[in-house]
Structure formats: structure tokens, C-alpha cells
């Protein structure tokens, strides 16, 4: 979902730029401010596993492609704040030292896996965790559906960024059901991978995901 | 810090990486959702032309293409392992 330079038109990169760095610098003043400090000293090792699952592309014969993004991992694990951080880090060494991603394209794709990606998973996460309570099924499901919904939906406003940069004049007719459908069916193994990786996390490393302390449905550090 | 058990993990999986980043995706072509809407739309990958870097898609100049990716994996951590502590530092100081 990394887009290239040569993507996007000026009015685009302007406007994602302007998100993206608008969204970091409340990120950055909100765990300034002590909300999910106590998750920092995973900052560096969950960006640095997102990195290499990145890595990991899954070639699928005869379709499309597609690899892990980890948006909502990081938005359920360290909250939305941190969460952003994390996919900033990842994405600006892919593409400062790797040229993965394009440097007038990096506010978009700051903006769809790192903010969309990261809240869209949060938040769902969270739904399910207050309609189902804070038991280990709400987990499973919350991180599938949030995994699922923040990459399908991600997946929906990177086919606006370059629809709306498109000469074509229904540009977006065009790349938001291609991008939309595409990431909607390649997304249930990002769901998938989140809810196992949220599942051995909180059963088996005792780490309690930050969004069940934010959602306020969990009180203590128990799972 | 890392603990013994994430540096496996980290280690194996840039290890294991070019099975599905270079020799698996050059078998089927790996092809994401974005470049088929892209083709569809005409846009055009200026990558080449406004390129900056000697490890250009994860590779290193004068080493195969699987070589260079582990290579580029190790590097890559390295560089969002030192972002990342940098930040962690800036951000646990400010209270």
C-alpha cells in the first residue's frame, strides 16, 4: 500500500502532509503529556517487528499480492497516540533509506496506515471490547475485525488519494472499489495475524493491549 | 531493551525474509492492489527517475538480490531500532 512518487498531485500531498504532520504533532504532545508513557519502551521493538513483517510479502498466484501493515497490532497494543508513532517510525526509514514509498508521498501514507489504519483498528477493537466485555473472545474478535476494517478502509482512501490525483476524470469510480474490494479480501489475513498476535500476546506474555486500558472496560494490568 | 527471545525472532524472520520478498514474489510476480488500480488510472512510478538511495527496494549494489535483502533487513532495524529508542528517549524525558 506503500504509493510511489509520482502518484499523487500537489493538492494531495499538500492536504495529506498537512494531516499527517497536524495528527504526529498531537501524537507526540499527547504521550508528552503522560497518555500511554507506560508503553514506551515498546515503541522501539513493536516498529522494529512491523519493519520485518513488512518484509514478509505474501505472493499469491494468479491475483494480487499484499503483506502485514500492522496498523491497528500498533493501535491495540500502544493506543492510537503511540500506535501512530510506531507505523511513522516504520514508514519513514522504508522510505528515507529504502525508497519504499515515495518521499511526496509519505503524508499519504503516514496518513492511511499510520492514522487510518491505526485509529479505524483502535476503535474497533474498543467497540468490541465494550459489547462483549473483556474476555478473551472480544479480544479475538475485535483484533480481527479491527485488522480486517483498518486495512479495508485504509485500503478505501488510498484509492482516493490517487483517484482524486488521477487525469482520469472518474478517477475514483475507478481505484476506490479496486482498492476498496482488493483490500476488504486480502485484509482477513491482516485480521487474522492481529488477533493471533493480540491472543499470544495477552494470553501468553501477560501483556494487556493499552486499548483495554484507554477503553476504560479494563481496570487493572490483569488480562 | 531487546530481550534474548525478540532478537531470534527479529534475526530469523530478516533470515527467512527474501524466500517471500525476492524469490517468491519474483516467481508470481508480485503484484499489490495498488498498482492494478494504478494501471488502471495511467499513473506512472517516478521512483527511478527521483531516486536518492544505494539500497533501492531492500537491495545493496553488487550483491544478489537475496544477500541484499537480509542485508537490508539488518539495516533497516538497526535504523527503526535507533528512531525508535531516540524517541522514546525524547518523549519519556518531557514530563
Known sequence: MHIPDGFLDLPVIIVTYAIAVAWLAYSFYKVGKGVGKDRLSMVPVLAAGIFVAQMLNWPIPGGTSLHFVGGALAGVLLGPYLGSIVIFIVLLVQCLIFHDGGITALGANVLNMGIV??????????????????????????????????????????????????????????????????????????????????????????????????????????? | MLSRKTVIVIVALIMISPLFGVILADAVGYHEPLDVAAEKLGL???????????????????LPATVGYIISGFIGVAAVLGLGY??????????
Not at chain 1, 127 to 143: D, M, S, W
Not at chain 1, 160 to 168: F, K, M, N, Q, V
Not at chain 1, 205 to 214: K, Y
Request: aromatic share 10%.
Open chain 1, 117 to 223: 489504519d491505526v485509529l479505524v483498528g483502535y476503535a474497533t477493537y474498543v467497540l468490541a471490547l465494550k459489547l462483549l466485555g473483556p474476555k478473551r473472545r472480544a479480544r479475538l474478535v475485535g483484533a480481527f475485525a479491527g485488522g480486517w476494517l483498518g486495512i479495508t478502509l485504509a485500503g478505501i482512501v488510498c484509492g482516493l488519494e490517487i483517484g482524486y490525483s488521477s487525469a482520469c476524470p472518474f478517477g475514483i469510480a475507478v481505484s476506490v472499489p479496486v482498492m476498496g474490494a482488493w483490500h476488504a479480501a486480502l485484509g482477513v489475513i491482516e485480521g487474522f495475524i492481529t488477533a493471533f498476535v493480540i491472543d499470544y500476546l495477552s494470553t501468553k506474555a501477560d501483556m494487556i493491549p493499552q486499548a483495554d486500558l484507554l477503553s476504560g472496560v479494563v481496570r487493572n494490568a490483569k488480562p
Open chain 2, 44 to 62: 506512472k512510478d517516478i521512483t527511478d527517475k527521483l531516486n536518492w538511495t544505494p539500497f533501492l527496494d531492500y537491495s545493496v549494489p553488487g
Open chain 2, 86 to 95: 531516540l524517541i522514546k528517549a525524547v518523549l519519556g524525558r518531557k514530563s
